[in-house]
């Protein structure tokens, strides 16, 4: 008997045209780390008395659909990711092409995504996926992955695979080697690490039906924040943040085949940290910062993406 085995899990993403509803056709092979994306249906005792000490069969609760899927930053893929984040990108260029994802948009597509374990074989398909946020961290070593928080309308399970043959692409991938931080266009020194999450804080609609699935999932109010681990060197940091001021900050990487991907916080608030003497070694400060919308540009953050796709 074969047993299943996550070196050989796969998994395929399509957007979707209608709400819920799996396309036919134009999935793309996704590469993935790990992933959590998966449904649930919790029972419900029964608290009926006059039966004796044991208990009445249990019933069935509402189905919760949603996970997390871990992924590698790279040239290609994390476009898609982005999408389902930001909503569709204005591209420019005739290649490489440069794809410029907004935050703020009130209109946020849904996809379907297939994990598949061919030995079994099992097949799930998760339908009217939605990002609610989607982070990563910045650090000197180590693997970048990012963690795409995900709801989900409801999961159908099959013995094949309905996403067809899934578009491959090459993957180009990011490394913490390749990246960088600038605040107001000037380099950070002394920075340890950063972690950056964006969240859609999305609102289940939880309408009463018949297979316990929701309606869908609106987008709330966004959030971009993070932090920020320094040596501690200058008071630089710590002067704006003492004046209430506002800083870009800009996250970015680049490889040496020219694709880039950069995230710019225009409007970025930062806390009055405590500055702590733990003992003989380095001062280190943390600055968890809180993103908010330019008044300028009329939007929180851009994020641009740098490769030879030509549209997501």
Not at 2 to 22: D, V
Not at 58 to 83: C, N, Q, R, S, Y
Not at 178 to 203: E, F, H, K
Request: proline share 6%; hydrophobic share 40%; charged share 15%.
């Amino acid at each position: 008997m074969a047993r299943a085995q996550g070196a050989r899990a796969q998994m395929a993403l399509a957007f979707e045209t209608t709400y819920g509803t799996p396309p036919a056709s134009g999935f793309t092979k996704m590469p993935f780390a790990s992933t959590s994306l998966g449904a649930e249906q919790p029972l419900q005792t029964s608290e009926l008395l006059g039966y004796g000490r044991d208990p009445q069969a249990p019933i069935k609760d509402a189905v919760t659909a949603d996970g997390d899927v871990v992924v590698p930053l790279d040239a290609e893929a994390f476009g898609f990711w982005l999408k389902a984040a930001f909503g569709a990108p204005t591209t420019t260029g005739a290649g490489p092409y440069t794809h410029e994802f907004r935050s703020g948009n009130w209109a946020l597509p849904s996809f379907s995504v297939e994990t598949g374990m061919p030995e079994v074989p099992r097949f799930a398909m998760y339908s009217g996926c939605m990002v609610d946020s989607l982070s990563w961290q910045m650090a000197r070593s180590g693997l970048l992955t990012a963690t795409a928080s995900i709801v989900a309308q409801g999961e159908a399970i099959n013995s094949s695979t309905a996403a067809g043959t899934p578009a491959t692409i090459a993957l180009r991938r990011f490394g913490h080697f390749n990246g960088s931080i600038t605040r107001n266009g000037a380099n950070i020194g002394n920075v340890v690490s950063a972690d950056l999450t964006y969240a859609n804080n999305l609102d289940r609609i939880e309408t009463i039906r018949a297979d316990g699935k929701i309606d869908g999932a609106d987008p709330s109010i966004a959030a971009l924040t993070g932090n920020v681990v320094v040596r501690f060197a200058d008071q630089t940091l710590v002067t704006q943040a003492i004046n209430g001021e506002a800083c870009e900050l800009e996250f970015s990487y680049t490889l040496p085949t020219g694709e880039t991907l950069t995230l710019t916080a225009h409007a970025v608030y930062l806390p009055r940290p405590r500055i702590e003497i733990s003992g003989p070694q380095g001062v280190q400060a943390t600055f968890d910062w809180q993103a908010a919308s330019d008044p300028v540009l009329g939007r929180m953050c851009t994020v641009t993406l740098t490769n030879d796709r030509e549209e997501y």
